[in-house]
């Protein structure tokens, strides 16, 4: 079975940093792109990043440049996620989600498939 | 960035009902939209991609239209279990933004 499994929660003070886990298993862990996505309390879904496992290759959405990093180690099809500077702000449930694609008539389109279970981080002096 | 929006942002619905949801993006992205269902404590859950392939395994009830700039989902006989808040996604470019969510609730 196809699975993404995430770390624990995380409780971090003001300007640290936290790295979340994503275990991934079931697939051939280099054939997909690892996206994270994370939702703070009661909010909607905001895409962070994404990293291609074959090459490494990160693409980062704009508003966590600088501030993302993420890396994977492909000997044990896990990806991570680091933030640094945290503010309460970054208070969110973080997710990781595998991008796939399909055949859709003539196109391929692409698609989050499978997600992992999500990780806390509350962010609290 | 392209900007996704969706209306309603909540809809008040009984059991049977036939339910749509529309989305908005500020730009032309051709059939690169995916929509997602969110319960409570849960992750999302891919329904429908390429604006309408549903997903294999989920229920018929859901369906998806559009292309370019105007999207659909409807949901033709609401069950107890679609009671949920659903995304729009939008995956032409990166970052794949989502839109603000409707929140299905019961009537």
């Known amino acids: 079975q196809v699975h993404l499994v995430q770390s624990g929660a995380e409780v971090k003070k003001p300007g640290a940093s936290v790295k979340v886990s994503c275990e991934t298993s079931?697939?051939?862990?280099?054939?997909?792109?690892i996206n994270w996505v994370r939702q703070a309390p009661g909010q909607g879904l905001q895409s962070m990043g994404r990293i291609n496992p074959h090459t490494g290759v990160t693409d980062v959405t704009q508003k966590f440049e600088g501030r993302i990093t993420m890396s994977r180690d492909t000997s044990i099809s896990t990806a991570y996620m680091e933030l640094s500077r945290l503010t309460s702000d970054d208070t969110a449930v973080y997710f990781c989600a595998r991008e796939a694609m399909a055949l859709v008539e003539t196109e391929w389109a692409a698609f989050f498939d499978l997600w992992g279970q999500g990780t806390l981080v509350t962010v609290s002096s | 960035d392209i900007q996704l929006t969706q209306s309603p942002s909540f809809l008040s619905a009984s059991v049977g009902d036939r339910v749509t949801i529309t989305c908005r993006a500020s730009?032309?992205?051709?059939?690169?939209l995916a929509w997602y269902q969110q319960k409570p404590g849960k992750a999302p859950k891919l329904l429908i991609y390429?604006?309408?392939t549903l997903l294999s395994g989920v229920p018929s009830r859901f369906s998806g239209s559009g292309s370019e700039t105007d999207f659909t989902l409807t949901i033709s006989t609401l069950q107890p279990e679609d009671f949920a808040t659903y995304y729009c996604q939008q995956l032409n470019n990166y970052p794949r933004t989502f839109g603000p969510g409707t929140k299905v609730d019961i009537k």
């Open positions: 079931g697939y051939t862990f280099s054939d997909f792109y």
């Open positions: 390429g604006a309408s």
């Open positions: 730009q032309g992205i051709s059939h690169y």
